[in-house]
């Protein structure tokens, strides 16, 4: 008996001891939970605006929050308010604790720029017209992922939503031409303004780039005015050289003399405007030299290769300003430091220091680099000048080759460029004494407009797929616009696969540089033979001094020359893949190499 009772008194024990266990786990508080309203935790805002992170909160009651990002607490509320001004990533931990315990997350919010459709007038300098005539306005618009609406206005009022605006009033007075474009993100504008003038009122502008020039004893120099502005069809023009009654009734004039010395010409305009006579005059200077009087023969000392860059001007394009393959650093804001560039990449070397040039970008349509030598380099008759590129079958980027004499003896490239004929020239497709101008953009990643002295406008279309730097329009191109001329090529880009997915550019017969020519291209020389593109870095083109002609296309004799220019020859671009480009890693007198 007495051990049934102790029995039953454990019994009694254990199921008071069991009932108190589970009365505990029902009473005991769990600790609490982070539920963020993002599954990835990551959160998007753009630099500006305000984003609240509101996240739910599991067995929370009386709990203390923490935001904390980089050591520091932003905030102690269930939510966080926040905003920056610079774009980043920020990473935030977000701890939550109660009695029972705590739980953190980590998030990152993404801060991006905001994406405002900056627009681009081209030109954008103050335009007059006469009365009853009209100008044509080209704006561009950097694109977004956002919807973008675009509009132009006068005054104030607005007038059209094309990208292209024909402007024309017949009252007198000044406009003010507006182009728009917004989104949620903001808008942007890019104003000209346009001065409505009398007929008789119009501007008369008949100017020349500068007042001394020089050449050589029986060697035609051509004398054009650089800048004109509504000359109209109504002027007269007149020569004379040193007072002596020569005259020529011709907007350009021609010029040779068949002595040394120095020769004063004045050039004249004049036009009606209404019943008044406008008239502009020029007091020019010519200094002729005899032949080769400042010839440099080559001595023991006399390298091949160039010795220095005088000018590096690009067009714009996607290499220009490009922090990686281009090798810019942003450094180059002033013409010096961009021929410095020039010059560290056509001199670059490998390990074991043997020259391993880097390719020159030149841009679109006729940028160019000048190239100096440290002695005169000889008209052979036959092959004198090597020049490299990096073309390869289906891909030519031909640059027109021009030489210089230095006619003065300064040892600068301010005399006359003279171009060397390649097999284009001639043709009724190659254009001569070819202009675009190029505007620079109003805002960062922006395509670039241009314009040509035909009438024609383009854009040098801005690749974010490829490159990230800001502008393809040359630092150190302190105006909002330049003008680059020469002599432009048909192009023979085409789109072989129908889809704009493969672009070929095919080759010139010869005469050109980067350019895969079956004939200059010669045989031994270094790469001659590149068919890919993998091999094709730094094959040249061989290129004779004998072929040179002048502004007429006229072959003349150079006995020797001592600058050469390479600018590139074609406008076109291939789809995805850009514009054209010369490229070049460097030049060597041959004639010291055969």
């Known amino acids: 008996m007495r051990r049934f009772l102790d029995f039953l008194f454990l019994c009694v024990i254990v199921v008071v001891s069991s009932s108190c266990n589970i009365d505990e786990e029902i009473t005991t508080s769990m600790p ?15 630099t500006g605006r305000e984003i609240v992170i509101s996240p739910t909160f599991e067995s929370a009651d009386d709990a203390t929050y923490s935001w904390i990002m980089n050591g520091r607490l932003l905030g102690t509320s269930p939510s966080l308010s926040f905003m920056r001004e610079v774009v980043g990533e920020y990473y935030i931990v977000l701890t939550v604790k109660t009695n ?35 100008v044509e306005l080209v704006a561009t618009v950097r694109k977004t992922e956002l919807p973008t609406s675009f509009h132009w206005s006068v005054n104030g009022e607005e007038v059209s939503q094309e990208l292209t605006y024909t402007f024309k009033s017949d009252a007198v007075g000044s406009y003010t031409i507006s ?61 004379s050289v040193n007072e002596s009654g020569t005259t020529a009734d011709s907007a350009n004039f021609v010029f040779v003399a068949e002595s040394a010395g120095e020769y004063h010409i004045t050039a004249s305009a004049k036009t009606q405007r209404g019943n008044n006579e406008v008239a502009i005059s020029h007091d020019l200077t010519v200094t002729v030299y005899e032949e080769g009087a400042f010839y440099r023969p080559t001595s023991s000392t006399s390298k091949a290769d160039w010795n220095k860059v005088y000018e590096y001007t690009p067009a714009p394009g996607q290499f220009i300003n490009e922090l990686k393959t281009g090798g810019f650093d942003g450094t180059q804001t002033t013409m010096e430091a961009a021929i410095a560039y020039a010059e560290k990449r056509m001199s670059e070397v490998d390990r074991e220091g043997n020259p391993y040039p880097n390719w020159v970008s030149l841009g679109g349509f006729g940028g160019y680099i000048v190239v100096g030598f440290d002695h005169s380099i ?31 003896g300064n040892g600068l490239p301010d005399d006359t460029w003279y171009e060397l004929a390649g097999s284009e020239t001639g043709k009724a497709s190659t254009i001569q004494n070819y202009e675009v101008t190029y505007y620079r953009p109003a805002g960062a990643k922006m395509s670039v407009q241009w314009e040509d002295n035909l009438g024609n406008r383009g854009e040098i279309d801005y690749l974010k797929q490829f490159h990230q730097q800001e502008y393809y329009y040359p630092l150190w191109i302190e105006e909002d616009s330049y003008t680059l001329r020469g002599t432009c090529l048909e192009p023979r880009n085409y789109d072989a696969s129908g889809n704009g997915s493969y672009w070929v550019n095919a080759e010139y017969d010869w ?38 002609i002048d502004f007429e296309c006229q072959q003349i004799n150079l006995a020797f020359i001592d600058f050469v220019k390479v600018q590139v020859g074609v406008n076109t671009k291939c789809g995805w893949l850009g514009e054209v480009s010369t490229e070049v890693f460097g030049f060597y007198d041959y004639n010291l190499k055969k």
């Open 179 to 239: 182009a728009t474009a917004s989104n949620e993100d903001g808008e942007h504008s890019d104003s000209v303004i346009v001065e409505v003038v009398a007929p008789e009122n119009m501007p008369f502008v008949w100017d020349f780039e500068r007042k001394a020039y020089h050449t050589v004893v029986g060697r035609k120099l051509l004398l054009s005015a650089s800048t004109t502005s509504h000359l109209g069809d109504d002027v007269t023009y007149s020569w």
């Open 511 to 548: 005469g050109y540089a980067d350019n895969f020519s079956p004939i200059d291209r010669l045989s031994g020389s270094g790469n001659a033979e590149a068919t890919t593109e993998a091999e094709a870095e730094a094959n040249a083109n061989h290129f004779k001094i004998s072929n040179v």
């Open 378 to 408: 000889d008209n052979s008759g036959d092959y004198d000048l090597g020049i490299l590129g990096n073309s390869f079958s289906g891909s030519s980027e031909p640059g027109i080759v021009w030489v210089m004499q230095d006619e003065n």
């Open 32 to 46: 609490p939970k982070i539920i963020l309203d993002s599954e990835t935790g990551i959160y998007t805002t753009k």
């Open 100 to 134: 029972a315990g705590s739980d953190s997350e980590e998030i990152l919010i993404e801060v991006l720029d905001l994406e405002i459709p900056t627009v681009t007038i081209a030109g954008r300098s103050n335009i007059t017209i006469a009365t009853g005539s009209e």
